[in-house]
């Protein structure tokens, strides 16, 4: 595994140094080294835990090196990082073989002066049974014990209240679940579930929605005759449940104003069984391109796809029975699928309500009298989420809030939610429903 190491640290110092998307720079970086299958997936696992836990082993750095952490170099850091990662969370590493690679990478890239340095660190850390380092309060002691930046802590705190914020940090860190919904416009849904299990997918039916299955092991679901022959797509639960709040029928003219990569406007479609029109747009070309090439992988041919501003009125757009506003977000009900979303700024977000806003009062001028509009983020923020669904039905007396519907349960009289991961181990997530009432 030295040489999955050492990917490691170049892929994690350049993104340190680089701010680039990680998904793209691990996927670029393993495609050409020659690592074999197994050191590739023992890297992946290393460069998504270190930059997850980043906050976790900073914390740890600081308190062990006696050290402002500027005074490190970026290498040394990112060497330390990947050690104490390793002595944490993979099981499968036997502490000696954790400290001793960490201590071969800093000599490998001719830093011998540092190899002692880590060395002495992370036996230290060992020989304190790997303690955490103590918070200076509470809302401390949850950011190092799940990695969140104590702004975020404090927020989730503020606005969900101590419990649930507690249970969205713990959900915030490991693993994402891989969900698909089954394409049943064109073949029966266990046609192709069948098809799945036939070629080694094994999968778990999820009771919530009929149509959407948990992708079980590591097994690529991208790379099954079913996937190719368009009978599935990868979509969070999440994002399928904000489908069946908009309820769209056969021969309904749907706009999705903020659609791409297309996973709602393809789960949109499926739902009225490719009859009628759906009507999806983004604001990048390239972008809508992708739903295009989704639509067309998946024979929805009742989609068009096309480039739009949704803040900015079309007189010549029609008038629509559904309209989804799944709105530009921070996406901070997604850090466990992209951890790097925790490391940005707040006030990076600042801008966002209003833009948010803007976009849902020009979506709400294309419903039809009794048509449907869904407000909806992949976010966890009461300004980005209620607070524009209240300013919204302040500044519209045309619109009044509507049941999200039967497949919520015992939500199903609920007119908006927010969707936490523990729920149903899917995506943070907010869905709010409207009704155009003249
Ligand atoms: C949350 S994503 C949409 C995800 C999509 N609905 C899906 O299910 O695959 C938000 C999208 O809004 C687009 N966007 C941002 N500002 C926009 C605007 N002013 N008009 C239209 N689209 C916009 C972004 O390019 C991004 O693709």
């Given at each position: 595994m030295?040489?999955?190491?050492?990917t490691?640290?170049?892929l994690?110092?350049?993104?340190?140094?680089?701010?680039s998307?990680?998904?793209?720079?691990l996927?670029?970086?393993?495609e050409r080294?020659?690592?074999?299958?197994?050191?590739?997936?023992?890297a992946?696992?290393?460069?998504?835990?270190?930059l997850?836990?980043?906050?976790t082993?900073?914390?740890?750095?600081r308190?062990?090196?006696?050290?402002?952490?500027?005074?490190?170099?970026?290498?040394?850091r990112?060497?330390?990082?990947?050690?104490?990662?390793?002595?944490?969370?993979?099981?499968?590493?036997?502490?000696?073989?954790?400290?001793?690679?960490s201590v071969?990478?800093a000599?490998?890239?001719?830093?011998p002066?540092?190899?002692?340095?880590?060395?002495?660190?992370?036996?230290?850390?060992?020989?304190?049974?790997?303690?955490l380092?103590?918070g200076?309060?509470?809302?401390?002691?949850l950011?190092?014990?799940?990695?969140?930046p104590v702004?975020?802590?404090?927020?989730?705190t503020?606005?969900?209240?101590k419990?649930?914020?507690?249970?969205?940090?713990?959900?915030?860190v490991g693993?994402?679940?891989?969900?698909?919904r089954?394409?049943?416009?064109?073949?029966?849904l266990?046609?192709?579930?069948?098809?799945?299990?036939?070629?080694?997918?094994t999968?778990?039916?999820?009771?919530?929605?009929p149509?959407?299955?948990?992708?079980c092991g590591a097994?690529?679901?991208?790379?099954?005759k079913a996937?190719?022959e368009?009978?599935?797509?990868?979509?969070d639960?999440s994002?399928?449940?904000c489908?069946?709040a908009l309820?769209p029928?056969?021969?309904?003219?749907?706009?999705?104003?903020?659609?791409?990569?297309g996973?709602?406007?393809?789960t949109i479609?499926?739902?009225?069984?490719?009859?009628?029109?759906?009507?999806?747009?983004?604001?990048?070309?390239?972008?809508?391109g992708?739903?295009?090439?989704g639509?067309?992988?998946?024979g929805?041919?009742?989609i068009?796809?096309g480039?739009?501003?949704?803040?900015?009125?079309?007189?010549?757009m029609?008038k629509?029975?559904?309209?989804?506003?799944?709105?530009?977000?921070?996406?901070l009900?997604?850090?466990r699928?992209k951890?790097?979303i925790?490391?940005?700024?707040?006030?990076?977000?600042?801008?966002l309500?209003?833009?948010?806003?803007?976009i849902?009062k020009?979506?709400?001028?294309?419903?039809?009298?009794?048509g449907t509009?869904v407000?909806?983020?992949c976010?966890?923020?009461?300004a980005?989420?209620d607070?524009?669904?209240?300013?919204?039905?302040?500044?519209?007396?045309?619109?009044e809030?509507?049941?999200?519907?039967e497949?919520f349960?015992?939500?199903?009289?609920?007119?908006?939610?927010?969707?936490?991961?523990?729920?149903?181990?899917?995506?943070?997530?907010?869905?709010?429903?409207?009704?155009?009432?003249?």
């Amino acid at each position: 595994m030295g040489n999955a190491r050492k990917t490691v640290l170049r892929l994690l110092t350049r993104l340190e140094n680089s701010g680039s998307y990680s998904n793209i720079l691990l996927d670029e970086g393993l495609e050409r080294s020659d690592l074999s299958p197994q050191d590739k997936k023992f890297a992946a696992a290393l460069f998504y835990g270190v930059l997850e836990r980043q906050i976790t082993l900073d914390n740890i750095i600081r308190e062990y090196s006696r050290n402002p952490k500027n005074k490190l170099g970026t290498e040394v850091r990112v060497i330390l990082r990947m050690g104490l990662y390793q002595l944490l969370y993979m099981d499968s590493v036997p502490d000696n073989a954790a400290v001793d690679e960490s201590v071969k990478l800093a000599k490998k890239n001719r830093n011998p002066a540092a190899s002692g340095f880590i060395n002495a660190m992370l036996r230290e850390f060992i020989r304190n049974n790997k303690k955490l380092p103590k918070g200076r309060n509470a809302t401390e002691e949850l950011s190092i014990e799940y990695s969140a930046p104590v702004w975020l802590t404090e927020k989730w705190t503020r606005e969900y209240g101590k419990d649930i914020c507690l249970e969205m940090l713990k959900t915030s860190v490991g693993q994402a679940p891989v969900t698909a919904r089954v394409n049943t416009a064109f073949h029966s849904l266990e046609s192709t579930l069948d098809m799945l299990a036939e070629e080694g997918i094994t999968f778990e039916r999820l009771s919530v929605l009929p149509d959407c299955i948990r992708i079980c092991g590591a097994g690529a679901v991208e790379h099954t005759k079913a996937y190719k022959e368009g009978r599935i797509h990868v979509q969070d639960l999440s994002s399928q449940l904000c489908c069946a709040a908009l309820d769209p029928k056969e021969n309904d003219t749907v706009l999705d104003l903020c659609a791409a990569p297309g996973g709602k406007t393809f789960t949109i479609a499926e739902r009225m069984n490719n009859k009628g029109r759906v009507l999806a747009f983004d604001l990048h070309k390239n972008r809508a391109g992708l739903i295009e090439s989704g639509a067309k992988r998946l024979g929805l041919d009742c989609i068009r796809a096309g480039v739009n501003n949704a803040k900015v009125y079309d007189e010549k757009m029609p008038k629509a029975d559904k309209v989804l506003c799944d709105a530009p977000c921070s996406g901070l009900g997604v850090i466990r699928r992209k951890p790097e979303i925790k490391y940005k700024e707040p006030s990076d977000f600042d801008r966002l309500p209003e833009i948010q806003y803007d976009i849902l009062k020009t979506s709400a001028e294309y419903v039809k009298v009794g048509g449907t509009l869904v407000y909806s983020t992949c976010t966890l923020s009461r300004a980005e989420n209620d607070e524009v669904a209240d300013r919204f039905l302040a500044e519209h007396p045309d619109f009044e809030p509507a049941p999200l519907g039967e497949a919520f349960g015992s939500d199903s009289g609920l007119c908006r939610m927010s969707i936490t991961p523990a729920k149903y181990n899917s995506d943070g997530f907010f869905i709010a429903k409207f009704i155009r009432l003249r």
